[in-house]
């Protein structure tokens, strides 16, 4: 995989930079500012909407990374009334498993954290691959919306990799 831009140089980023935020980081410092419409203290994670490619495609619209990379997507929902979230995407699926992780800077439960691996096919006879994604959102959308300007997204933060 070959990129066309340099990142570094695009971004103005310092020789040596390195993107390795903790799960507090990412929703305090990333997701909770970008849902309410304020500006992020790096423009380092593209939006992309996750459920139209397949993993492998993704590196390559990211803006920064080499073996794991950032992605704000919109949250769509399998039914227009419901809560269930699509997850059907590119040429096969997301699948959720293991249990979702509060994520909480300074004991207050911001964030939830949920791990996904990527099946190529339908469900249920997909067959897993090696990519993972870990998926951030809000804990309380309403808070968020609330505290919100006008135009705030309902997004989540996903950070995706191969798992070798």
């Not at 593209?46 to 990379?69: C, I, N, T």
């Not at 339908?122 to 993972?132: L, Y």
């Amino acid at each position: 995989m070959r990129r066309e831009r340099d990142a570094e140089a695009e971004l103005n980023l310092p020789p040596g930079f390195r993107f390795h935020p903790t799960d507090d980081e990412l929703v305090e410092h990333y997701l909770c500012r970008k849902a309410a419409g304020q500006r992020l203290p790096v423009p380092i994670i593209a939006e992309v909407d996750l459920y139209k490619f397949d993993p492998w495609d993704l590196p390559e619209r990211a803006l920064f990374g080499a073996r794991e990379w950032y992605f704000f997507t919109p949250r769509d929902r399998k039914y227009p009334n419901g809560s269930r979230p699509n997850r059907a995407a590119g040429n096969g699926y997301w699948k959720a498993t293991g249990a979702d992780t509060p994520v909480a800077p300074r004991g207050r439960t911001l964030g939830i954290k949920k791990a996904l691996v990527f099946y190529a096919g339908k469900a249920p006879r997909g067959v897993k691959t090696d990519w993972i994604m870990h998926e951030y959102r809000l804990a309380d959308a309403g808070r968020a919306a609330a505290g919100a300007k006008k135009g705030s997204l309902r997004v989540s933060l996903a950070q995706i990799h191969p798992n070798y």
